[in-house]
């Protein structure tokens, strides 16, 4: 049993579904494009349905173009340079470009992505200065790294381990160059072992 669809709820679902695709099959045009233009009965409004009014119009400009051949055949969207341009369907796609980059920056940058790293730094004996160490290792600078707590945590024969945490800009520092970077206080520390890790 076929159902049909109101053609002003049609033209609403497509309209929303326009905002975010160009096309209604991939980022280029292809027959899906002709065959929905086909079901539209009038040029929709500009005012109430504004991305299915663009696609409406720049679908209308490409009529007559290769993309109604035949699939399998081979077809040259662009065309050979020695070709007119279509300066109407230039347009919309900077048109479309435009829109594009103002939706682009008016979301602004994204979140930075910043992780919370605790290690664990074993010292070589129970007579490593640990005090040392951590300052030591609070020496590292770089740039997306923030120190924060430490601790000293009993690992037995009187052994002490320092256990110390910090923030981290994940783009800029990675667990691997942090204990690469503590492994250069060879005088001191004898391991290191990251206890924990956590996105912020």
């Not at 086909?38 to 696609?55: E, G, T, Y």
């Not at 590292?140 to 024969?157: D, F, P, R």
Request: charged letters at 30%; a negative charge.
């Amino acid at each position: 049993m076929s159902v049909s669809v109101p053609s002003n709820l049609f033209n609403t679902i497509l309209n929303g579904y326009l905002e975010d695709n160009s096309f209604i099959v991939g980022a280029d045009l292809s027959q899906a494009d002709n065959d929905v233009f086909a079901v539209i009965s009038s040029a929709p409004s500009a005012d109430k349905l504004p991305h299915l009014s663009r696609w409406y119009n720049h679908i209308k400009s490409q009529s007559g173009s290769a993309v109604a051949a035949d699939d399998d055949e081979d077809i040259d969207l662009f065309g050979s340079d020695d070709e007119e341009v279509d300066e109407e369907a230039e347009k919309l796609k900077q048109q479309r470009l435009e829109e594009y980059r103002a939706k682009k920056a008016a979301k602004g940058p994204g979140p930075v992505a910043k992780s919370m790293i605790t290690l664990d730094v074993k010292p070589w004996d129970d007579e490593t200065d640990l005090a040392e160490m951590e300052r030591l290792v609070r020496s590292i600078a770089m740039e997306g790294l923030e120190w924060k707590s430490a601790q000293l945590v009993a690992i037995g024969y009187g052994i002490k381990k320092l256990r110390i945490s910090c923030v981290v800009i994940d783009e800029h520092v990675s667990t691997d160059l942090l204990e690469e970077k503590i492994a250069e206080f060879e005088d001191f520390v004898q391991s290191i072992d990251v206890e924990a890790f956590q996105k912020l």
